[in-house]
């Protein structure tokens, strides 16, 4: 007898699932190798050191951007594209281009802010300009010198 069609797609994603907990799992293992490392050196270099008074640091987000990554992002797109691109289409492709997930609609209303954000800088510093386009959308390019 043949499992229904969701029963299928449940196995399949339960190893995908299972397949990123193993991939974890050796991250753990070799983050914990590292710090014991590091660990060592420390205490090389200063026996007294009190290695449980060194605070961690918090991971930033995935989807966090170092300074001027969105922006050199959405100009190559800009330089790239034959017509002008629409605020929508430049948030889904850089997000496509960081491998964020587009189904997550909080992520992709975060990205969007942040897009939009960087496209009206960008255009208060004489970098590109809108226009209106179809379906009342600003339609974004590179200003042209």
Same mark, same amino acid.
């Not at 397949?19 to 014991?36: F, Y």
């Not at 050199?72 to 017509?83: C, F, G, N, V, Y």
């Not at 609609?105 to 800088?121: D, E």
């Given at each position: 007898?043949?499992?229904?069609?969701?029963?299928?797609? &449940?196995? *399949?994603?339960?190893?995908?699932?299972?397949?990123?907990?193993?991939?974890?799992?050796?991250?753990?293992?070799?983050?914990?190798?590292?710090?014991?490392?590091?660990?060592?050196?420390? &205490?090389?270099?200063?026996?007294?050191?009190?290695?449980?008074? /060194?605070?961690?640091?918090?991971?930033?987000?995935?989807?966090?951007?170092?300074?001027?990554?969105?922006?050199?992002?959405?100009?190559?797109?800009?330089?790239?594209?034959?017509?002008?691109?629409?605020?929508?289409? /430049?948030?889904?492709?850089?997000?496509?281009?960081?491998?964020? *997930?587009?189904?997550?609609?909080?992520?992709?209303?975060? /990205?969007?802010?942040?897009?939009?954000?960087?496209?009206? *800088?960008?255009?208060?510093?004489?970098?590109?300009?809108?226009?209106?386009?179809?379906?009342? &959308?600003?339609?974004?390019?590179?200003?042209?010198?």
């Amino acid at each position: 007898m043949q499992s229904p069609n969701a029963v299928s797609a &449940l196995k *399949n994603k339960r190893g995908e699932i299972a397949g990123r907990v193993d991939a974890l799992q050796d991250q753990l293992r070799q983050a914990l190798i590292d710090l014991d490392h590091v660990d060592c050196t420390i &205490l090389l270099f200063d026996p007294d050191a009190e290695l449980d008074e /060194i605070k961690s640091k918090p991971m930033p987000p995935r989807h966090h951007a170092f300074k001027g990554q969105v922006t050199r992002s959405i100009l190559t797109m800009l330089r790239k594209s034959a017509a002008p691109l629409d605020g929508l289409t /430049i948030t889904v492709r850089l997000m496509d281009e960081r491998e964020l *997930n587009q189904s997550d609609k909080k992520l992709v209303k975060t /990205i969007q802010k942040r897009v939009g954000a960087a496209l009206r *800088n960008m255009r208060d510093r004489g970098l590109v300009k809108s226009e209106k386009g179809a379906k009342g &959308l600003l339609m974004w390019s590179l200003v042209t010198t």
